[in-house]
């Protein structure tokens, strides 16, 4: 598994902001868009482009285009829906799958509970957009159930991540013939007894959606 941290001062910036108890919904959507976008330019550098013969006003050039089937976006709900503009602006001509998963509070296991998602993935380049890398359990039940489906190449972006989380999935990928990739704005401290990223966010669905 390859973790890509961006290090980039707008990305510092916006997650600073991000962080804030004090910053509103409304701001935390604005900025977790913003940062998704930021975070996007990087995780997309592989996208796999195909030449393309154009002309220009002045001359005829070879260009590139998304090659098909195009790229697949997973938001994973109900926090993941929050990042999807932001990725979606970048991408228009991108795919959109949902996958729901719940976590239980108590196991910190998660199962799912809404699956929109197209049964074939073979040779589709899949972003799973997830803010936040705690546990990792739900990046990993997401992970296999795309790879049951055919995908071999799975970039999840996630705002922020745990070190504990970083190292299941790691772990979870060494041996398999595939390409997983984490983009991230930082990597943590570590989990709290909660599962809760230290120092984090909070609960990142709350935050977007107001329900505290
Ligand atoms: N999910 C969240 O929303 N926040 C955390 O800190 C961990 C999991």
Redesign the pocket.
Known sequence: MRTLVIDHPLVAHKLTRLRREETSSATFRLLAEELVTLLAYEATRALVVHPVEIRTPVAPCTGVELADPRPIVVPILR?GLGMLNGMTKLMPTAEVGFLGMVRDEQSLLATTYADRLPHDLQDRQVFVLD??L?TGGTLIASIDLLLERGARDVTAICLLAAPEGLARVEAAYADRDVTVTVVTAAVDERLNDH???VP?L????DRLYGVV
Do not use: E
Not at 202 to 205: I, R, S, T, V
């Open positions: 926090a803010p936040m705690a599962g809760y990223i984090g909070g609960d990142a669905g």
